[in-house]
């Protein structure tokens, strides 16, 4: 997206308009703080790894590129899904046939990073209510890591700001201190994107100078990001998300990009919004864990955090934040 683009989608639609200036934005401070961050690449691809994702397609939108370099070499990845999926938007369909047909295409978008059946695991818990079955969730991860024993666990950041991500990533780290997990623990970043650099809650008020202006350059000295080179990748990650059709739409996986899909991408998933930049970035980010912990919205499990937490349920991938 260029700026003549965001310019032109002013003179359409001015509600367009402020999607695509946010997303030309926030791609512009992700590139700023990806200058500042490490590349693990390499080290990435030879760790053996459990993939904590909250609902089906977290793990495609998150963790894909790391998950495709891990396969490319052999080593070994765990999926593991903890929610049903069942109330996602837009509802097409029943609840119950949700859930299988959000299963399959699951394991058809893992198939298409590498990962086998077997490595894909359904923990069945109610999507969007993941945070009133935390010692549950915390019990099943403590089974799965301790039978397969992960050099790595990635779960989803702790100020992702979704309800659900932010219990899976409770739920993950309880598990990983019941266990006395010894390996590394590093955060993916999904939902971050529809609310970073200006992150403080969802229906934030404030649009003082100082939030508006100040604080999204403080952003960019929190932590140092951990990079994974996704160059050579991002069209095989498009492909696996458009597995997801319930979420993203009927693509076509081999023909031209759909209408809000990525100029220059093989692949016609038609994401859209935050996402959009994410797709199209060089590098797939991490951060380590609790390394975002003062951006933690407030949570029934956490004493403070900053005002502004949502309730709101799961939006589809290509949703604005």
């Known amino acids: 997206m ?8 002013v003179r359409r639609d001015p509600r367009t308009a402020k999607s695509e200036v946010m997303v030309l934005a926030r791609s512009a401070f992700r590139w700023a703080w990806t200058r500042r961050g490490t590349d693990l690449t390499a080290a ?12 089906p397609d977290d793990e495609t939108l998150g963790c894909a590129v790391a998950v ?35 299963a399959g295409e699951t394991r058809r978008a893992c198939a298409a990073l590498g990962v086998g059946e077997t ?18 969730i915390a019990g099943r991860l403590s089974e799965i890591i301790r039978a397969r024993g992960p050099a790595q666990i990635l779960v989803p950041t702790s100020c992702e700001g979704h309800p659900d991500h932010d219990a899976t990533h409770e739920a993950a780290r309880r598990a990983v201190a019941a266990t006395g ?26 649009r003082s100078v100082s939030r508006l202006l100040v604080e999204p350059f403080r952003r960019l000295g929190d932590a ?16 696996a998300l458009a597995e997801h059709v319930t979420q993203v739409g009927a693509g076509d996986p081999g023909g031209a990009p759909s209408a809000g899909g990525a100029a220059g991408e093989d692949a016609g998933t038609p994401v859209t919004g935050p996402l959009l ?25 956490r004493s403070s955090g900053p005002v502004g937490a949502t309730t709101e349920r799961r939006a589809r991938p290509g949703a604005s934040g």
């Open 2 to 9: 260029t700026m003549t683009t965001a310019w032109q989608s």
């Open 44 to 55: 990435m691809a030879r760790s053996s790894c459990l993939v904590v994702a909250p609902h």
């Open 68 to 102: 495709m370099r891990k396969r490319a070499v052999g080593t070994p990845v765990t999926i593991v899904i903890v929610s049903d999926g069942a109330r996602a938007e837009p509802v097409t369909l029943p609840p119950a046939e949700l859930v299988e047909v959000r």
């Open 119 to 136: 490595d894909v695991l359904f923990l069945g818990f109610p999507d969007s209510e993941l945070g009133e079955h935390l010692d549950a």
């Open 181 to 206: 997990f010894a390996g590394q623990v590093l955060e993916y970043t999904v939902w971050l994107w529809t609310h970073w650099p200006w992150t403080r809650g969802y229906g934030t008020r404030d």
């Open 224 to 239: 140092r990001p951990l990079l994974v080179d996704a160059r050579g990748l991002r069209t095989r990650q498009r492909r």
């Open 277 to 301: 930049a994410t797709l199209q970035s060089r590098y797939e980010v991490y951060v380590q864990a609790g390394a975002l912990r003062h951006l933690d919205f407030p949570r029934p499990w």
